[in-house]
């Protein structure tokens, strides 16, 4: 039985790579019979390790909390929560700092983009310490199956790692985390399919975008040369990445997409795509509508999921304390 854990930066309006790279493996798992439990979590103390706004922060992270619960996490079936107001996720992370040496964090990916990005200007703790509070999100819940994208697989081997560490210094506490991808795990950018669909620019479909955002962005989405509608990661990444959003929001075979546009032009198949998209976020925007005029019940579920989650954190804290001794 799977003890399941994940969370997604609250920084930014929730995209169709989001959603097919992580939440919908997310839904699916909270209904699968080798699932034990399920727990999401909007993790805000990630999310202030880049730059945000105090006024608005609070909404976004009801934002978030929404788009979870319209793209289908159900409240009866998982535990939902808001990282901060479940504080022995920091408090293990201060734990596992002690025993993380630096270079396995400033060896890392992500560390390195961040580095870059800033022209190598060294902005604060949170950002080298990020995987360190991930490895505690996962690890409080002694969760072992972790749904993510493939980009943050490095995340997981380092949570694995401080695991080991641990077991080893203080006794086996820990099991194996193992990452859950899909299909899905990586959608690429409208505009330059090279780069991965992201929260930032307009080359994102955002599940929050109208009918009238999603025409446009997909008409204005790059091609490939050719005018053949083909799967082909090398010579065609651009038509590859929209039949993969096809396939997956319409549940048919890249094959049978293939076969109906032999002969049609890439603006035939655009223009189908968008309708397929647009069907496809219509009853989500539904949901998150009529969450939003019921905000009372929203705090509800929020208040009794981090209840449970406090109750299951603070029985893995008081077991690790006692193994160091405090
Ligand atoms: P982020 O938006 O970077 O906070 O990522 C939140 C989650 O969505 C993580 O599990 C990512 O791996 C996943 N994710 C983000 N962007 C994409 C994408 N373009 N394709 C697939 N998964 C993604
Ligand atoms: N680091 C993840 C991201 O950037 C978000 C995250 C934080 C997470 N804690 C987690 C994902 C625990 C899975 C499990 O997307």
């Known amino acids: 039985m799977n003890k399941i854990f994940s969370g997604i930066r609250p920084s930014g309006k929730l995209h169709l790579g989001n959603y097919l790279g992580a939440i919908k493996n997310w839904v699916e798992l909270q209904k699968s019979p080798d699932t034990e439990r399920t727990v999401f979590a909007v993790v805000d103390y990630h999310g202030i390790t880049t730059p945000f706004d105090p006024k608005t922060y609070h909404q976004q992270v009801m934002e978030a909390v929404l788009d979870y619960m319209a793209a289908g996490v159900d409240p009866e079936k998982s535990i939902l929560i808001r990282?901060?107001?479940v504080p022995q996720h920091t408090e293990l992370a201060w734990i596992f700092?002690?025993?993380?040496?630096?270079?396995w964090l400033d060896r890392l990916p992500t560390y390195k983009e961040k580095i870059e990005q800033t022209?190598?200007?060294?902005?604060?703790m949170g950002i080298l310490d990020y995987p360190v509070l991930m490895a505690a999100d996962i690890l409080i819940y002694k969760s072992n199956l972790v749904?993510?994208?493939?980009?943050?697989?490095?995340?997981?081997?380092?949570?694995?790692?401080?695991?080991?560490?641990?077991?080893?210094?203080?006794?086996?506490t820990f099991q194996t985390v193992k990452p859950h991808l899909t299909e899905g795990a990586r959608v690429m950018s409208l505009q330059d399919p090279a780069k991965k669909?992201?929260?930032?620019?307009?080359?994102?479909?955002?599940?929050?975008?109208?009918?009238?955002?999603?025409r446009e962005k997909i008409k204005k989405a790059v091609t490939d040369s050719g005018k053949e509608i083909k799967y082909d990661e090398d010579k065609k990444p651009a038509i590859s990445n929209l039949l993969t959003i096809y396939q997956l929001l319409s549940g048919r075979?890249?094959?049978?997409?293939?076969?109906?546009?032999?002969?049609?032009?890439?603006?035939?198949?655009?223009?189908?795509?968008?309708?397929?998209?647009v069907d496809f976020l219509k009853p989500f925007q539904k949901k998150y509508s009529?969450?939003?005029?019921?905000?009372?019940?929203?705090?509800?579920?929020?208040?009794?999921?981090?209840?449970?989650?406090?109750?299951?954190?603070?029985?893995?804290?008081?077991?690790?304390?006692?193994?160091?001794?405090?």
């Open 197 to 214: 669909m992201s929260k930032t620019g307009d080359e994102g479909i955002a599940l929050s975008d109208n009918p009238e955002v999603v």
């Open 147 to 172: 749904p993510v994208g493939d980009d943050q697989l490095p995340h997981i081997d380092l949570t694995n790692e401080i695991a080991r560490k641990f077991n080893h210094l203080f006794g086996e």
């Open 253 to 277: 075979t890249i094959e049978e997409i293939e076969k109906d546009y032999e002969g049609k032009t890439y603006a035939d198949f655009k223009n189908d795509l968008a309708e397929v998209v």
């Open 290 to 326: 009529e969450l939003k005029n019921n905000m009372d019940y929203v705090d509800k579920v929020l208040t009794e999921s981090e209840e449970k989650a406090r109750v299951i954190a603070s029985s893995t804290l008081k077991e690790i304390k006692e193994k160091i001794g405090i």
């Open 97 to 103: 700092n002690t025993i993380t040496p630096v270079s």
């Open 83 to 85: 990282q901060s107001k």
């Open 119 to 124: 022209q190598g200007k060294y902005t604060h």
